[in-house]
């Protein structure tokens, strides 16, 4: 987490934000030992997948193939994390300079990285089907559908969800890092 803050903040309030993170209520009460493990694997994920494409480092990218393989095989939490890395790599490609060498220079760094850590995620997969005789998509997809089955049983509309997730959130927070995140936005 220090790392990929220290990208965008200062050391201080990166380190800060870091120490800090542990103290947060929902993780110390509500959060299984066991899947403190998940956050982890995404963060370095990340940060093997920014890491990549600010350096063109195709060892980063299958580090980050590797990294996001090992999450899925336990849990699909790590999805989103994909969709983060997406968007970072369109913001790297849309907010830079107008420099046409940059801009291919970016795109070069991001393609680089897409397709290390596909190939890389694509060949472990393939590679355990055949060592192991599994068929690991066929396994994700049965994974979604009990998980969808959840919310099947248990449904929330959307009016719901806009009314309980601030609560959720501010007791998941704990009142000062709620009031914090509000005066933040603002």
Not at 34 to 53: E, I, K, Q, R
Not at 77 to 86: C, D, S
Not at 178 to 186: E, K, S, V
Request: with cysteine.
């Amino acid at each position: 987490l220090f790392l990929l803050l220290i990208r965008q903040v200062s050391p201080e309030t990166a380190w800060w934000i870091s120490a800090g993170w542990p103290l947060v209520p929902s993780l110390i009460l509500f959060l299984p030992k066991s899947d403190a493990l998940f956050p982890t694997l995404g963060l370095l994920f990340l940060l093997f997948w920014t890491s990549s494409v600010e350096k063109q480092s195709w060892l980063r990218a299958i580090l980050a193939g590797v990294v996001f393989w090992c999450g899925s095989l336990l849990s699909l939490t790590i999805v989103p994390m994909g969709l983060v890395a997406g968007v970072y790599s369109l913001l790297v490609l849309f907010s830079k300079s107008s420099n046409s060498d940059q801009q291919r220079r970016d795109l070069k760094a991001v393609l680089l990285t897409m397709f290390g850590s596909l190939l890389t995620f694509l060949g472990l997969t393939f590679v355990m089907g055949v060592l192991c005789e599994i068929n690991l998509f066929a396994v994700w997809v049965w994974n979604y559908k009990n998980h969808a089955s959840f919310y099947e049983q248990f449904t929330r509309t959307y009016g719901k969800w806009l009314i309980a997730n601030p609560i959720e959130t501010y007791f998941a927070l704990g009142a000062p890092l709620f009031i914090a995140a509000l005066f933040g936005l603002r």
